[in-house]
């Protein structure tokens, strides 16, 4: 496993361009006291380390017309490879399906899903994931309220002691 060194300078930045991905390099030198090239280089070298993977906006679902989340369960008749794979690839062609994870337990993935209304979610359950060569259950949580949804990773496990190996490592 690699190891990606950073200090306090590098979390802060990133804690700060996770708040505001559009914030320019001179306002977040002021933010973590740096001057604008040093911003420049640092998050150079977090891009091409792939500890920022990219940047976008983030859409509210409710105000463009996608009012309905679901989590749904997967499992699969068969466990092989070919099976799996097939799988994989028609789930990444549907953009309705914004996460796709392999768990272990009761399924074999879960979805989160986004539709436009029940009815929608329904056609696309009815058309889409059922008809899928292999699915043999499916069950689905409809969410009733957003209580928290992030995409901003908690990054103060970084400057604790390690207790098990990590790629990102803090120096000071």
Known sequence: MSTITVDKYDLELLEELQRNGTATNSALGEKVHLSTSQVGRRIQRLEEMHVIRHYAAILDSDIIGLSVTAFTSVTLGRHGEAQGDAFE????????????????????????????????????????????????????????????????????????????????????
């Open 89 to 172: 690839q028609a789930i990444a062609a549907m953009p309705e399906v914004l996460e796709c994870i392999s768990v272990i337990g009761e399924a074999d993935y879960v979805l989160r899903i986004v539709a436009a209304d029940l009815a929608s979610f329904s056609e696309f359950m009815m058309k889409r994931i059922l008809r899928l060569p292999g699915v043999v259950n499916v069950k689905s949580n409809i969410a009733l309220k957003k209580i928290k949804q992030t995409n901003a990773l908690p990054l103060s496990h970084v400057t604790q002691p390690a207790q098990t190996r990590r790629k990102l490592v803090f120096s000071s």
